[in-house]
């Protein structure tokens, strides 16, 4: 017997049976059908992660950066959220179960060990939410870049002897690193700042 046309809920199927001398057994099982999968939003790096010049650019310099999953009403207390890498869960899975605090929030924070994003370059990582139905879902996925490395900083500037109190102090970084900010210090004082060109030259006046 193969009922159809459930809906979600409780249920309870009776079987019974009649022989030829009128005596009627039965029999019943309870369940309840649950078809709707949990679901939730995009991850998103969290501001302490996003160590980009804002921290929505979605650049990180985390080995081990957090990850913010907003759930919606569909996900409830048991179920569990994964995060995948590329489609897949990560050399050390990173997974949660929700709580009746993570409903009341509205979202779960998950963070990923350090070295399982692999080198230095753009990433993709979306959440599979799962409950105990069977039911799953994925995210659409988060591209961010993860970038380690820190940038090589040359001074072209002449050194020695001046009479000006106003200097231009020039120089360049690698050319991957336009748009990264420089700061200038006299020792350990910071005295001035300044901006990355595409070609990797900088220069200000302090």
């Not at 409903?103 to 990433?123: E, I, Y």
């Amino acid at each position: 017997f193969l009922p159809s046309g459930l809906a979600d809920g409780s249920h309870t199927i009776v079987a019974s049976q009649t022989d030829s001398f009128g005596n009627t057994g039965s029999a019943s099982l309870s369940f309840t059908l649950d078809t709707a999968a949990p679901s939730g939003g995009t991850p998103d790096l969290t501001a302490g992660s996003d160590t980009g010049t804002s921290n929505t650019d979605n650049l990180t310099s985390a080995t081990a950066p957090t990850f913010t999953v907003a759930l919606t009403p569909t996900a409830a207390v048991g179920d569990t959220v994964q995060l995948l890498l590329g489609g897949s869960p990560l050399a050390h899975p990173v997974t949660h179960v929700i709580t009746a605090t993570d409903v009341t929030a509205g979202s779960v924070s998950l963070t990923v060990t350090a070295g399982d994003l692999g080198a230095d370059g753009t990433r993709q990582i979306a959440a599979q939410f799962s409950d105990a139905a069977g039911n799953s879902s994925t995210t659409s996925a988060l591209s961010f870049t993860l970038d380690t490395t820190a940038p090589t900083v040359a001074i072209t500037s002449a050194g020695g002897p001046v009479n000006q109190a106003s200097q231009t102090i020039s120089g360049t970084v690698d050319v991957a690193d336009a748009g990264a900010s420089v700061t200038i210090l006299d020792g350990a004082t910071a005295i001035g700042t300044a901006v990355v060109q595409g070609n990797g030259s900088w220069s200000t006046t302090v």
